[in-house]
């Protein structure tokens, strides 16, 4: 069984900086692109942040480019979101997910098959 378990989260004031981590366990984590997603209260799911299985690619939703950087450890089984210039707007829980196929948007949350519990992310003002 894969389980995914997000850490990391916290308060920040804006335009500080967070990293978030999410350990894979019971699965071929290096096989597989990785992912980040974001849900405020009230809003749709959102995504932030995908990487290929070897690290060689990534991927960013609008909203976080330049300012947020996905990474992996295979190693250590575990994918990186840090996170810089916080805003309010990044207020939300923030989840990690395993994309099934390696293939398509990687911003569609159907493509995604296991998710961990997601860690809350709160950005002062």
């Known amino acids: 069984q894969v389980q995914l378990v997000e850490s990391g989260g916290g308060l920040v004031q804006a335009g500080g900086s967070l990293r978030l981590s999410c350990a894979a366990s019971?699965?071929?984590?290096?096989?597989?692109?990785m992912g980040w997603f974001r849900q405020a209260p009230g809003k749709e799911r959102e995504f932030v942040a995908a990487i290929s299985w070897d690290g060689g690619s990534s991927y960013y939703g609008d909203s976080v480019k330049g300012r947020f950087t996905i990474a992996r450890d295979n190693a250590k089984n575990t994918v990186y979101l840090q996170m810089n210039s916080l805003k309010p707007d990044d207020t939300a829980v923030y989840y990690c997910?395993?994309?099934?196929?390696?293939?398509?948007?990687?911003?569609?949350?159907?493509?995604?098959?296991?998710w961990g519990q997601g860690t809350q992310v709160t950005v002062s003002s």
């Open positions: 019971g699965g071929l984590f290096s096989r597989y692109t």
């Open positions: 997910a395993r994309h099934r196929t390696g293939w398509g948007t990687m911003q569609g949350e159907r493509e995604y098959d296991y």
